[in-house]
C-alpha cells in the first residue's frame, strides 16, 4: 500500500521556536507539497517541489521554509514559530499532473 | 489564476438518499482534471473520484458519481444511497496539465452530515 507518512500527527512548540515537519513517500513520486488546512479557508498552498532540490512557492510561503534534499523526503520549516502559525498542515505527493496522495496531517500548536 | 468555488459549506442527508455536492470552477485551460476528495474526522484525506478535462463521459465509483459540464464550468459530485460513513468534509480541486510542476487548487469545502 503506498504511504505518505508525517513525523509527528500533534506538535506543540513554543513562539521563536524553529520547528521541523518531516514528510516521507514510497511512491517514488516527482511532486510533492505543503499545505495548511484552517476552518473556513479550505487548504493553502504553502510550498511544493517538482524535483529533487527544487522548490516552488505556493499562495503562503512567509514564514516558511522547505528542503527536499532527497526524492522521497520533504520538510517544512518554520524558521521561528509563531502563534498564526498554529494549524492543521497537511504533505502529498503526486506524479506529475495526477491526484494527490495524502499524509495523515500534523496538527501544530504554537504558545 | 485558476478557482474553485464551493458555494456550499454545509450540507445533511438522510441514509439511503441522494445528495449533490456542487462545484464551480474558473480557467482559461483546456486540458485539466478534475478531483472530489473526502476527509472525515480522522482526517485522512482520501481521493473520492476524478475526471479528465478530455473524456466527456462522467466518471463513476460505485456510489459515487460526477456530472460535469465543461462549458458551464461545473463539477457537482452526487452521492447516492447515502452511509453514515460518507459524513465528511468534502473538496473539489483542479489541476492544470499544460504547465510542468503545477499543484491542486482547492475549493474550501463542504460538510456533510448524515443522519439515520
Known amino acids: 500500500d503506498v504511504k505518505v507518512t508525517q513525523s509527528s500527527r500533534y506538535l506543540v512548540k513554543r513562539t521563536g521556536e524553529k520547528v521541523f515537519l518531516e514528510c516521507v513517500q514510497d511512491?517514488?513520486?516527482?511532486?510533492m507539497f505543503w499545505y495548511r488546512q484552517d476552518p473556513g479557508l479550505g487548504l493553502r498552498l504553502i510550498y511544493f517541489?517538482?524535483?529533487?532540490?527544487?522548490?516552488e512557492k505556493g499562495d503562503i510561503p512567509e514564514g516558511y521554509s522547505v528542503s527536499r534534499e532527497k526524492k522521497e523526503r520533504f520538510s517544512l520549516i518554520l524558521e521561528s514559530a509563531s502563534t498564526n502559525q498554529t494549524s492543521m498542515y497537511l504533505c502529498?505527493?503526486?506524479?506529475?499532473?495526477?491526484?494527490?496522495?495524502f499524509g495523515s496531517g500534523t496538527r501544530l500548536t504554537v504558545v | 489564476a485558476q478557482t474553485v468555488t464551493q458555494s456550499q459549506p454545509e450540507m445533511s442527508v438522510q441514509e439511503a438518499e441522494t445528495v449533490t455536492l456542487s462545484c464551480t470552477y474558473d480557467?482559461?485551460?483546456?486540458?485539466?482534471?478534475l478531483f472530489w476528495y473526502k476527509q472525515p474526522p480522522s482526517r485522512q484525506m482520501i481521493l473520492v473520484i476524478r475526471?479528465?478535462?478530455?473524456?466527456?463521459q462522467n466518471a463513476t465509483e460505485n456510489r459515487f458519481s460526477v456530472n460535469f459540464q465543461k462549458a458551464a464550468k461545473s463539477f457537482s459530485l452526487k452521492i447516492s444511497d447515502s452511509q453514515l460513513g460518507d459524513a465528511a468534509m468534502y473538496f473539489c480541486?483542479?489541476?492544470?496539465?499544460?504547465?510542468?510542476?503545477?499543484?491542486?487548487?482547492f475549493g474550501k469545502g463542504t460538510t456533510l452530515s448524515v443522519s439515520s
Open positions: 502529498a505527493s503526486s506524479l506529475a499532473g495526477g491526484g494527490y496522495t
Open positions: 511512491m517514488d513520486h516527482e511532486n
Open positions: 517541489s517538482y524535483d529533487v532540490k527544487m522548490k
Open positions: 480557467t482559461s485551460e483546456s486540458d485539466y482534471y
Open positions: 475526471q479528465e478535462a478530455y473524456k466527456q
Open positions: 480541486a483542479y489541476r492544470n496539465l499544460n504547465q510542468a510542476g503545477t499543484a491542486l487548487i
